[in-house]
């Protein structure tokens, strides 16, 4: 009986479709178990072999956890809003929607036929008008609510106003310093019109509306992401971009800061995620002193973490962007100054914190040093920016390498004092004094030091202990079309939130997608959004993806975005696989968005997350062609469309020889070319320079190495068709390089073409078989073959393909029972380990150990299908069936290891004549001394190498050897 892989395949999928084998209830005896993927956005190009590592592993560990006993949550989903179909939509005149949904389908198709075990009764779309509503009725949540910080924990914002009506804000600090108004009575917050009330309250809400720089695009009408900006110009279409200020939405969480740090401590994530996160909040302690600035009203406020080297200050720098820049500029430098601002806001962020060219300019101002009265230039430059601390910073050179080269760069005198003593005299540290050993004040530590500056500080008025964090606020609104529309309405100014009756506020049609006014968003078009004074931005990608994995729980409920009962049942999610790539992002704001829900009441956890795995990247392998350019190729290349020259491509081995001669060679080069090409006439008339491109090719129509030229003839609509081959023994060579696996270095491979050709089971092997999901891997396609002939051999256990059946129901050896119990307890390790590699490799040795002793016993095999099943289901099922089980293999329960199968009774010993090892003997593990001196003067072979001697002593290691002097 011949292994029809796809005929399997496609008959169990339906029956678990049928029979609703992977629905999963809320209700249930069973300890519940939630394993989570990052669920994906649904691009166009669909799945290649790199996207399903992680799901594959998901599956694996889910359907395992479902045999060992668990109610398992597994589900699916997709993050459907963002910024590609939009851009589809405008590029092709599709609405968002649509080519949404047609992706969704895709991806679908592709995901069941590698056979899943997802509850797609489950499924969520972020762009579904039932889950937005829910995505929505958070955001007011944070809306209404504010970070007490006395009780550290999100509260209604009522409570904040009973404390505003009862002791004004005594008690609960602006956390904007820079607000008008910073404090204020219970008299004065009842005085304050309904305007000034909104405003300051604003100033607390955890979602917040303020004013925020954007990357401006005037020739493309739009607000651009930082990765779309690249030195300056946009990505596409090499347009000017600069910084224009616009009203955003925010997230206050860095209010959260403190309990993010604490909180991974109690979550397993790898300690480089945990690092990451950690320095992506960068808490750091010290100071914020306020410097006078010589003939200005003005105060110049900067944060520092030493502020025991005041003393060392030699200049200032801060942020081209402040307002405070306009304010105190000289007359005789304002030209410099503004256009050192203009070419900062040409540069993304991005760039400015990774420029390694010192760059600057000098205000024309001084702040005073209060404790020595020195006056020091203020600087601006673009390495300070403004979200950070004050957006100011005092720069130290004999104590800090960067502000050390700062000051050399523009010939800043350096006064080579970390710090003095309060009598004037000064401490003995210079440029090449470490931070660590700069302390001043006699010696004193500098953690001391910085004490007794802070309390002089305080003393004196001009100066407080702060707490900085470098995380900053989270920008939460986009000038886009499709994601979800606020629930915000705007009267005079004011932002009033929607009541909860209204929402879903549904994301309307529109005729255009193009920008709206003065970088609004597209919602800026529609005259009757407008007019009823709605939001016009949209929320980022990453509102739907915060809180999905809650969604999921209870995916159809109407009344609630999830039942507490519920919530409270699945509890955390177990296991999350994803990607590192999302550290910083969603992998954050989730774990806020959770701690917020936790504050508030709705959930009863303020982690989302037990345990994180990160999967590796299963990186593409590229083909690349390398084509000969002659003069005017290379004009034809350039636009010279006047030229008929037919491509020309050498292989590898000859570009690699051609490499070798210099490029400035021109005739030796000519001269090899035309010796490896006689017969080509381009080749021959060649008499000019002859250099190469290098191309990526489809790896698709390469065999390994060797590149099918027919079928690259007609790649690319038949770009070269005409194209001249020059081969090394008959064959073109590509070369090879491992990358990340994209659509643009064609070096994608279709899932659906090898589950096509090797059938679910063996692709979902073969991609856990390549190393561990944690590592990245170079996909090669050679490899899957012996995975495919390893299901292979374990169908033949069962049938073969001439005889038919051959499994019985025969008593199962001692040898049988030790292979099957040292798998169990392998695959049992491995799976709980996520060392899926090894599993595989575990399966492979004991199909061939059961193989050489020709077990074909159902009371082994059965045993061996159930473990197998995480892996490789569809066969599992059909050969479970074959046994003549009535029930699914997936409701089976996980054998259970008996260490008495595979422990030693009998131990191999050599048997040494005098030293030389002359035979072997199995004998029991309890045997004497005297029995093993019996069985060696019986064995025939020692009696031969005795010749009737008697041995002097018989020598017996116990578990070693045996020697036999004589």
Not at 247 to 264: C, K, M, N, S
Not at 362 to 383: L, M, Q
Not at 533 to 540: C, I, R
Not at 821 to 835: C, N, P, V
Request: glycine share 6%.
């Amino acid at each position: 009986m011949e292994y029809k892989f796809r005929e399997i395949e496609k008959k169990w999928q339906q029956q678990w479709i049928n029979t609703s084998a992977y629905k999963v209830s809320n209700v249930s005896e069973k300890p519940k178990f939630y394993v989570l993927d990052m669920f994906p956005y649904p691009s166009g190009a669909g799945l290649h072999v790199g996207h399903p590592l992680g799901y594959i592993a998901s599956d694996i560990y889910s359907r395992f956890k479902r045999l060992k006993g668990f109610n398992v949550l597994h589900p699916m989903g997709y993050d459907a809003f963002g910024l590609p179909a939009e851009q589809y939509a405008i590029e092709h005149g599709v609405h968002p929607a649509v080519s949404t949904d047609q992706n969704i389908n895709n991806f679908r198709r592709q995901l069941d036929n590698i056979g899943f075990c997802y509850d797609w009764d489950r499924e969520v779309r972020t762009c579904d008008a039932g889950y937005y509503k829910w995505t929505q009725w958070i955001f007011l949540q944070l809306f209404n609510s504010f970070y007490n910080r006395k009780t550290n924990k999100a509260e209604k914002i009522e409570v904040l106003i009973a404390a505003f009506e009862k002791e004004g804000n005594a008690t609960h600090q602006i956390p904007h310093s820079q607000f008008p108004i910073t404090s204020f009575t219970a008299e004065q917050w009842k005085a304050f019109d309904e305007k000034t009330k909104q405003d300051i309250l604003m100033q607390y809400r955890l979602a917040y509306c303020g004013y925020g720089e954007v990357n401006w695009c005037e020739a493309l009408g739009t607000v651009l992401a930082n990765d779309e900006v690249v030195n300056g110009v946009s990505e596409r279409g090499g347009h000017p971009v600069v910084k224009k200020k616009l009203r955003q939405w925010y997230l206050r969480i860095t209010e959260y800061a403190d309990r993010l740090l604490e909180g991974l401590e109690r979550i397993e994530f790898s300690e480089s995620m945990k690092e990451m996160q950690t320095n992506w909040i960068g808490k750091s302690s010290g100071a914020e002193i306020d410097f006078a600035i010589k003939n200005h009203d003005q105060k110049l406020r900067v944060y520092t973490t030493r502020p025991d080297t005041i003393f060392g200050v030699d200049f200032m720098v801060i942020a081209p962007e402040l307002d405070l820049v306009d304010q105190i500029k000289s007359v005789e430098q304002t030209t410099a100054v503004d256009e050192y601002i203009a070419y900062v806001k040409s540069r993304s962020e991005r760039e400015r914190q990774a420029e390694k060219k010192i760059s600057g300019v000098f205000t024309g101002a001084y702040a005073v040093n209060p404790f020595d009265g020195r006056e020091i230039p203020i600087w601006i430059s673009e390495y300070v920016l403004a979200g950070y601390g004050t957006g100011a910073i005092m720069a130290v050179p004999c104590g800090d390498d960067r502000d050390f080269k700062f000051a050399q760069h523009f010939n800043i005198p350096i006064t080579n004092i970390i710090g003095k003593h309060f009598n004037g005299e000064d401490a003995n540290a210079t440029k090449d004094a470490t931070l660590e050993n700069s302390g001043f004040l006699n010696g004193t530590p500098m953690r001391e030091a910085a004490e007794i500056v802070i309390g002089k500080l305080e003393e004196l008025g001009i100066g407080t202990r702060k707490v900085n964090y470098r995380m900053r606020d989270a920008a939460f609104s986009r000038q886009r079309y499709w994601g979800e529309p606020f629930p915000i309405q705007w009267k005079n100014g004011t932002a009033y939130p929607l009541n909860e009756t209204e929402l879903p506020l549904l994301l309307p049609e529109v005729d255009s997608y193009s920008p709206g006014p003065e970088g609004e968003g597209p919602l800026a078009n529609i005259p009757e959004w407008v007019a009823k004074e709605l939001e016009t931005n949209t929320m980022p990608g990453y509102a739907g993806s915060s809180w999905y994995f809650l969604r999921y729980m209870d995916p159809h409920n109407d009344q609630a975005f999830c039942d507490r009962a519920v919530s409270d049942y699945w509890n955390q999610v177990d296991i999350y696989i994803g990607g590192t790539e999302h550290a910083v992002g969603h992998l954050l704001y989730s774990r806020m968005w959770t701690k917020a829900l936790y504050d508030l009441g709705h959930i009863g956890y303020d982690e989302p997350f037990k345990k994180l795995v990160n999967q590796g990247m299963i990186q593409g392998s590229s083909r690349f062609v390398y084509r000969l350019l002659f003069p005017d190729s290379v004009s034809m290349l350039r636009g010279d469309l006047s030229s008929n020259h037919a491509p020309v491509f050498i292989s590898e081995g000859i570009y690699k020889k051609l490499m070798e001669i210099d490029v400035d060679n021109v005739i030796e080069r000519i001269r090899y070319i035309k010796s490896v090409a006689p017969s080509s006439e381009s080749i021959q008339n060649a008499s000019n320079s002859i250099v190469t491109s290098k191309l990526h090719v489809d790896v698709n129509i390469v065999d390994g190495f060797e590149l099918d030229i027919e079928a690259f003839k007609k790649w690319r609509n038949g770009e070269y068709a005409n194209a001249e081959f020059i081969l090394e023994d008959g064959k073109y060579i590509c070369g090879s390089e491992v990358e990340k696996m994209s659509k643009s270095k064609f070096n994608t491979v279709n899932p659906d073409d090898l589950v096509t050709k090797y059938g679910a089971d063996t692709f979902r092997m073969y991609e856990m078989f390549l190393g561990p999901v944690e590592i990245s891997k170079p996909w090669d396609t050679k490899g899957i073959e012996g995975v495919h002939r390893f299901i292979k051999k374990l169908w033949r256990l069962f049938y073969d393909e001439v005889k038919g059946q051959v499994w019985n129901h025969d008593k199962a050896t001692d040898a049988e029972l030790k292979v099957l119990h040292k798998t169990i307890k392998k695959i049992e390790d491995d799976t709980e380990r996520f060392s899926f590699n090894t599993g595989v490799s575990t399966f492979m040795i004991a199909v061939n150990e059961l193989s050489d002793l020709k077990c074909y016993k159902k009371e082994i095999l059965e045993q061996l299908l159930i473990l197998l099943t995480p892996y490789a289901p569809h066969v599992s099922e059909e050969l479970w069936s074959a046994l003549g089980n009535s029930g699914s293999i997936l409701d089976a329960s996980f054998p259970k290891f008996e260490a008495k199968y595979v422990t030693e009774s009998t131990k191999d010993y050599p048997v040494a004549i005098n030293g030389k090892t002359r035979t072997e003997l199995t004998l029991d593990l309890s045997i004497t001394q005297a029995e093993v001196e019996q069985i060696i003067l019986n064995n025939e072979v020692v009696l031969k190498w005795l010749d009737g001697k008697q041995p002097k002593k018989i020598i017996y290691v116990k578990n070693k050897m045996i020697n036999v002097v004589i």
